[in-house]
């Protein structure tokens, strides 16, 4: 989600506020922005509530084999709170 990290620089919070807003420690926010961790489906709808942004402004896409199916592996959608 490197796109989050812009998109939280420009709306002027810092990683430690941020991660306040989502009930989430500073360092889950670096997970996230570094794509080593990917939010579950319930914080990333969070994500997308405080940022006030789409799916789309947030989530790093790429072209699969057939060009019609996108979506990182990084996402994890479970249906669990942990950040």
């Known amino acids: 989600m490197k796109k989050l990290k812009q ?5 002027g919070l810092n990683m430690e506020d941020f991660g306040e807003l989502l009930g989430v ?3 889950t926010i670096s997970l996230y922005e570094r794509g080593e961790r990917g939010p ?7 994500i997308i509530d405080v940022l006030g942004v789409e799916p789309n402004d947030i989530i790093d896409y790429e072209e699969k084999d057939n060009g019609k199916s996108w979506i990182k592996n990084q996402f994890r959608w479970r249906n669990n709170s942990n950040g």
């Not at 998109?7 to 709306?11: D, T, W």
């Not at 579950?40 to 969070?46: I, N, R, S």
């Open 7 to 11: 998109i939280r620089k420009n709306m």
């Open 25 to 27: 420690c500073e360092s």
């Open 40 to 46: 579950t489906h319930k914080k990333l709808l969070e």
